[in-house]
């Protein structure tokens, strides 16, 4: 089944700077890859997502970028705020079953 | 548009002890699952249902966990004897599964709040 792979566990930056989320994958079938931000007592909330068709996807302040050769994608956080703050997971769809890392804190101090 | 509703929010019980879950998807969504969220983990399908039908039930515990979607719309999920593993978040989540061709976003799952249960 599908293996993924979530880095860092835990990251802190200042307000203001850039924060990266890495994933990698195993199986070379799957072709959906959302991310969630999940805040303390809340479920988890689809913030952006990126299919197997294309490289990059951007949405304000965030953005995904994915390379199916090397199978992994990327979350980027651009000029970060304190309410970024939550648990942050990656995951990626092969047929039908959606498989999560093991979710990065992001810490950002004012 | 209301999202995922589930209930209770929290849940504390004796082991051995019976406890069920209940959640209502977003409106006019054919796709449910229920996962399972340990601390400090990302979560993890139990079963999935497309209307009625469980159509991947590989991953939940049989023994000892029962789901069911009657009408295709609720769900309940229930544990029947609880154990002091079985501690975590029951998350509940839905989707419009359609021909992902022409409608990409049915590839989107969205989540519940989520039932906390504590077995004591």
């Known amino acids: 089944g599908e293996n993924v792979e979530q880095h860092p566990s835990t990251l802190s930056v200042q307000e203001g700077d850039s924060a990266v989320i890495k994933c990698t994958y195993s199986?070379?079938?799957?072709?959906?890859f959302p991310w969630y931000k999940q805040e303390l007592g809340k479920g988890p909330q689809l913030i952006i997502d990126?299919?197997?068709?294309?490289g990059e996807k951007k949405d304000q302040r965030i953005a995904v970028t994915l390379n199916k050769t090397a199978k992994h994608f990327s979350l980027h956080i651009t000029e970060t705020q304190p309410e970024d703050s939550a648990v942050y997971f990656c995951?990626?769809?092969?047929?039908?079953?959606?498989?999560f890392g093991k979710g990065t804190m992001l810490l950002v101090s004012p | 548009e209301a999202g995922v509703v589930q209930s209770p929010r929290y849940k504390i019980i004796e082991k051995k002890q019976p406890v069920a879950f209940w959640c209502n998807p977003i409106?006019?969504?054919?796709?449910l699952y229920w996962y399972l969220q340990n601390l400090g983990q990302g979560p993890e399908l139990l079963i999935r249902?497309?209307?009625?039908?469980?159509?991947?039930d590989s991953q939940l515990p049989k023994d000892r966990f029962s789901a069911e979607r009657l009408k295709g719309v609720d769900s309940t999920l229930k544990i029947q004897p609880a154990e002091l593993g079985d501690s975590a978040v029951y998350l509940c989540?839905?989707?419009?599964?359609?021909?992902?061709?022409?409608?990409?976003?049915?590839?989107?799952?969205?989540f519940g709040p989520g039932t906390r249960l504590t077995v004591t």
């Open positions: 989540a839905s989707s419009l599964e359609t021909d992902r061709l022409s409608h990409p976003t049915s590839y989107e799952q969205y």
């Open positions: 199986d070379s079938a799957s072709n959906y």
């Open positions: 990126i299919r197997s068709n294309v």
């Open positions: 995951a990626a769809l092969g047929y039908s079953t959606l498989t």
């Open positions: 409106s006019g969504h054919n796709t």
């Open positions: 249902y497309e209307n009625e039908e469980a159509v991947d």
